[in-house]
């Protein structure tokens, strides 16, 4: 059975949530960063770069999320259309842009704005400001449209766990109409339900007001 290595963060839950879309069983494995579990030598087998998520199906280990979400994807040949048609490369292209900025900036955000308020004044502007502009990018593109892609894919699975951290990085997600829509419909499915209190159940998926 496919074993997932994950902890109750946006990275981890991307993964859980597209098992769980996916119809796949899986073993949920809690690696506690928060004491220092990701260090331990057997993890750092399959996860040498010391982070969650990493997932290991029979002979094959993978770390990296974005990489995970792509491997489980072409197991199941589900939520990534046909290489070569214009609806995979949006999918590609919007999977990128989280990966490479709605992760990495709104993660800043969380580090100056949430866990360290008060410390640094330009680097909490300075990701608060970056954080917004990519919600503002976001907003833009689910106007008029249900899913990041035509169709739900691992785009979204990529981009909502983020979303799902608003309080953190202090965003009120009434300033964008259509990542609040697009965050509520997909927050009433049981796949992210059921995705989103794995490994370890820390709550309910947040709402906003
Ligand atoms: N680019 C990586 C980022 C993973 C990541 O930042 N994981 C965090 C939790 S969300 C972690 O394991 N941090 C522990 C550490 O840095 O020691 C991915 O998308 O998988």
């Known amino acids: 059975m496919i074993k997932l290595y994950s902890w109750t963060t ?14 796949l069983e899986y ?10 579990q990701q260090f331990a030598p057997d993890f750092l087998k399959i996860s040498p770069n010391n982070k969650i998520p990493a997932l290991v199906d029979g002979e094959q280990a993978i770390f990296e999320s974005g990489a995970i979400l792509l491997y489980l994807a072409h197991k199941t040949g589900k939520f990534l259309p046909p290489v070569g048609t214009p ?17 990495p900036m709104v993660g800043q955000a969380h580090h100056f704005l949430h866990y360290n308020p008060g410390k640094l004044q330009y680097a909490e502007e ?14 833009k593109h689910l106007g008029g449209r249900d899913f990041v892609g035509q169709d739900l894919s691992i785009a979204d699975f990529a981009i909502w766990p ?30 992210f339900q059921r995705g989103y209190v794995q490994p370890i159940d820390v709550g309910s998926i947040p709402l906003p007001i």
Do not use: C
């Open 126 to 139: 300075r990701y608060h400001t970056e954080t917004k502009r990519l919600y503002g990018v976001l907003n």
């Open 87 to 103: 609806a995979h490369w949006e999918v590609m292209q919007w999977l990128m842009w989280q990966m490479g900025g709605f992760g």
């Open 27 to 36: 073993e949920s494995i809690a690696v506690d960063i928060t004491n220092d």
């Open 162 to 191: 983020w979303a799902a951290r608003f309080d953190y990085h202090k965003v009120d997600l009434n300033d964008f109409p259509n990542v609040k829509r697009w965050y509520l419909a997909l927050a009433a499915r049981p796949g």
């Open 10 to 23: 946006p990275n981890g839950r991307k993964v859980s949530i597209a098992l769980e879309e996916m119809g």
